[in-house]
């Protein structure tokens, strides 16, 4: 069974990710004797990519909702007032 660094270093070798110039479109390829490996380690990493950009967008627009949420809290006193 191979460790980890064997692992890491097969994956650094073999994978490839690119953005495109014109669209920021990824390309991500793996290049193996194995088809099959290629196509699940490919998938893995669209799929964590994807999973990762989900959790960061959510995250903001959660953010960006409590800033906005204070902001009204703090401005409503003030109309109020008027």
């Given at each position: 069974m191979p460790g980890t660094a064997?692992?890491?270093a097969a994956l650094q070798r073999g994978l490839d990710v690119s953005?495109?110039?014109d669209d920021e479109i990824?390309?991500?390829s793996f290049e193996?004797?194995?088809p099959a490996e290629c196509a699940l380690i490919v998938n893995s990493v669209v799929q964590a990519y994807v999973s990762y950009?989900?959790?960061h967008r959510k995250?903001?627009?959660a953010e960006t909702l409590a800033i906005l949420q204070r902001?009204?809290?703090s401005a409503m006193p003030r109309c109020?007032?008027?």
């Open positions: 064997d692992v890491t953005v495109g110039k990824l390309t991500v193996s004797p194995y950009e989900s959790a995250m903001t627009a902001e009204r809290r109020r007032r008027r």
